[in-house]
């Protein structure tokens, strides 16, 4: 779940993350400084095993590099809304009121939609584990709601339906099991956010006194559920759009007080903006995004921060088209995976320099603790990163 916090303390997961990012890296020299990035976050017994797995992969036989294996849906449902929770469960949220489920590893996928919720649009999905989920129906007015279910999606409660007609819910994020939030676009000047005690079961308005005014036209994109992203028990980011300047929030405090950060990704117009983001712990970040439209180039469209977001650094070789979302891999501090309609993209440098490594369509990814990738997208499309 990516509002929890994905702890990278498991040394065997570390490995596996690491040798996950070497395979991806070139064959020959290209590789070798693949390996050192990918292994730069480990040290002693961690720092040998990558060493070991490089060896595997560059002697005998060649090894497959890793790919987005498809996982048939059943469906033809958009999913931008996804949740990881391990090798074999997921949950993917989507048009038409969509949820699905996969215990399996997408073997099988069990249609858990909430009743009567065909014409609303889930665009967020945050679990718990493979019983406990919560999901975000978004869009103007009552068309914003909250489901949550205790039972694997046998059963759902609506916990919250949005009762102002200018408030448009974008995203949720969770802390904890108990703590999270859900963010709306601008309601008279400012960013609205709910905040819940009880893991989705009731919500409550946040006060807006620590929220900084947005900018004219300014709002979140509801693209990928990585418009309001946490790490830790305390830390959340908003990403926005829409604006001349695109820029993400962070409040420490779970909501209560925002600081606001120019993020120099394509902005000036309302379909530019960032996207997504992914923290790996309180203090790096990467931000993906550009202009949605097909028919628009999307240069400089991905950026990073060391400092928890206080100030944003353009990629040196930023992704090289739209992106809606970002996701850090297994237990590494260098790499990640970026997605959009046009292809998924590779860092080995934490966000300095992207190359693409598939050509399939993605609105978002996500990673587990025990080392799993998937990714969702257009047309039904779920995938499992496999090799």
């Known amino acids: 779940m990516r509002g929890m ?4 303390r498991m040394v065997s997961m570390g490995l596996a993350g690491a040798a996950l ?22 040290a002693g017994a961690q720092a040998a095993g990558a060493q070991a797995a490089g060896a595997q992969a560059g002697g005998g036989r060649a090894q497959a590099k890793p790919h987005w294996a498809l996982k048939a849906s059943g469906t033809d449902a958009r999913f931008r809304g996804l949740a990881a929770v391990s090798r074999d469960a997921a949950w993917v949220a989507g048009t038409k ?9 997408g073997a099988h996928w069990r249609n858990v939609s909430p009743p009567g919720a065909g014409e609303l649009e889930f665009r967020d999905i945050e679990a718990f584990d493979s019983r406990h989920a919560v999901v975000l129906a978004i869009g103007e007015g009552d068309a914003s709601r909250v489901f949550r279910t205790d039972d694997g999606g046998a059963t759902w409660t609506e916990s919250f339906r949005n009762p102002d007609p200018k408030a448009f819910y974008d995203c949720l994020t969770f802390f904890d099991a108990r703590h999270g939030l859900a963010m709306s676009d601008p309601v008279d ?12 079961r009731s919500w409550d308005v946040l006060p807006s006194d620590g929220m900084p005014a947005a900018q004219e036209g300014e709002a979140g994109f509801a693209a990928s559920g990585q418009c309001l992203v946490s790490s830790g028990p305390r830390d959340v980011w908003l990403a926005t759009g829409g604006a001349a300047r ?17 993020a120099p990704v394509p902005a000036g117009d309302p379909a530019r903006g960032v996207f997504g983001l992914a923290f790996r712990d309180r203090t790096h970040g990467i931000a993906v995004g550009g202009d949605y439209r097909a028919d628009q180039a999307s240069l400089r469209a991905s950026a990073t921060t060391r400092d928890g977001g206080r100030t944003w650094t353009p990629s040196a070789a930023p992704v090289p088209a739209y992106r809606s979302g970002v996701t850090w891999l297994p237990h590494s ?14 860092t080995l440098d934490a966000g300095r320099t ?23 997208g257009e047309k039904g499309r779920v995938a499992r990163l496999e090799r």
Not at 246 to 262: E, F, I, K, P
């Open 189 to 200: 000047g400012k960013y609205r956010i709910l905040s819940t005690r009880d893991g989705g």
């Open 5 to 8: 916090g994905k702890s990278r």
């Open 354 to 376: 992207w190359r693409t490594v598939d050509t399939g369509s993605y609105d978002t990814a996500d990673c587990t603790d025990d080392g799993a990738c998937w990714a969702s």
């Open 97 to 105: 009121g969509t949820v699905l489920r996969t215990s399996d590893g």
């Open 333 to 346: 501090r260098t790499s990640a995976l970026a997605v959009g309609p046009t292809g998924t993209d590779l």
């Open 21 to 42: 990012a070497l395979a991806f890296a070139p064959a020959g020299p290209a590789q070798a400084a693949g390996a050192q990035a990918a292994g730069a976050q480990a």
């Open 246 to 262: 695109a820029r993400v929030l962070h409040s420490s405090d779970r909501g209560l007080t925002w600081r606001a950060t120019d």
